[in-house]
């Protein structure tokens, strides 16, 4: 019942789609009479169109008398039409309260990846990853015994980092004062490339010979005072959900699938891999065996965006091929709405 290009008509999509909802609650093979009373149209025309989706992908047919299964293909096609969903202002209002609770950056992260848990009971995923544009918004600067010092920096994300180094020689605090104010005064508001481009530059005037401060900001600066590193900051919760669920997996591969989901740089790599849309735009990846053999039958949907500063949120639920797909849209819309406003203020 193709039309006359040989391509799926809507009413294919609609048979298509009823097939994985049905399949997502039962994990049963489904079959055309099931499908022939949600429809006024008779089994043999819902055969019909199922034959057309198993020849184009969508559909496979592990026995000759059994129903139909989805696959990947009808799963990513299923859950794109979940993409319009709407934001609820009392849901978005409630989580955002309950995030910016949170004190800092890394406590809204944390809070972020446990609400996508809770709601989805599925595996939550929040992190915010640094880019090499992050901007200075000031630095602290604390002596400490034995001619060690305190080095804070804190980015327009809002993110702290700090680092003890050891000097050769003692330096006060009156002179780390004059050292923070310098910098402060002087580059607060400034991308870090920028910064470092800035300071190079005026060290290698003839007149920085005779400036004591600047030669203590170098001193500092050999140190590694802007090198802040593009470590991430990333949380996840929930990998207990997916004990018990049908995954097809043995037990090795059961065991493999959780070594990963402990494993940070793969969490990173999961997020940077699949979610490179524009900003705000939510993503649908359905079947993740490129990044783990383990991870054939989960799908990842989540939404990315950038915030002042030069950081790089994500917000993300991974589960089961047949895990209630609307809910978990619908999460990772509120909770990654909620994140961003609460991060920006």
Do not use: A, M, P
């Given at each position: 019942m193709m039309n006359q290009l040989g391509t799926l008509t809507?009413?294919?999509?609609?048979?298509l789609h009823a097939i994985v909802q049905n399949y997502i609650e039962t994990g049963e093979p489904v079959a055309s009479r099931v499908i022939a009373r949600k429809y006024p149209m008779s089994a043999a025309s819902i055969r019909n169109m199922m034959a057309d989706l198993l020849q184009e992908g969508y559909l496979s047919q592990p026995h000759t008398s059994a129903g139909r299964i989805p696959t990947e293909r009808a799963f990513q096609s299923y859950a794109?039409?979940?993409?319009g969903?709407?934001?609820?202002?009392?849901?978005?209002?409630?989580?955002q309260a309950e995030i910016q609770s949170a004190g800092s950056v890394e406590a809204r992260i944390e809070r972020?990846?446990?609400l996508l848990t809770e709601i989805t009971r599925n595996f939550g995923i929040a992190a915010a990853i640094p880019s090499e544009n992050q901007t200075l918004d000031q630095v602290e600067l604390v002596g400490l015994p034995d001619r060690r010092i305190l080095m804070v920096v804190v980015t327009r994300d809002r993110i702290v980092r700090n680092k003890v180094i050891t000097v050769d020689d003692p330096v006060s605090q009156d002179e780390l004062a004059s050292i923070r104010n310098y910098i402060n005064y002087n580059f607060a508001g400034w991308m870090l490339p920028k910064i470092h481009r800035e300071?190079?530059?005026r060290l290698e005037l003839e007149s920085a010979a005779y400036d004591a401060i600047l030669k203590r900001v170098?001193?500092?600066y050999s140190k590694g005072l802007f090198d802040l590193g593009l470590i991430p900051e990333v949380h996840f919760d929930g990998a207990e959900n997916f004990i018990g669920l049908d995954l097809h997996l043995t037990r090795e591969r059961m065991r493999e699938l959780f070594r990963a989901l402990e494993e940070k740089k793969r969490i990173v790599q999961l997020l940077e891999r699949f979610f490179e849309q524009r900003d705000g735009e939510l993503a649908i990846q359905v079947g993740l065996s490129d990044i783990h053999p383990s991870m054939s039958e989960l799908s990842l949907i989540g939404i990315r965006f950038g915030l002042s500063g030069g950081l790089l949120a994500h917000v993300a639920v991974l589960g089961p091929m047949r895990m209630n797909y609307s809910r978990a849209v619908s999460a990772v819309l509120h909770v990654g709405q909620a994140f961003r406003t609460a991060i920006a203020q």
């Open positions: 809507r009413r294919h999509f609609e048979v794109s039409t979940l993409l969903s709407r934001i609820v202002q009392t849901e978005l209002e409630r989580l972020s990846s446990k300071l190079k530059r170098n001193l500092l």
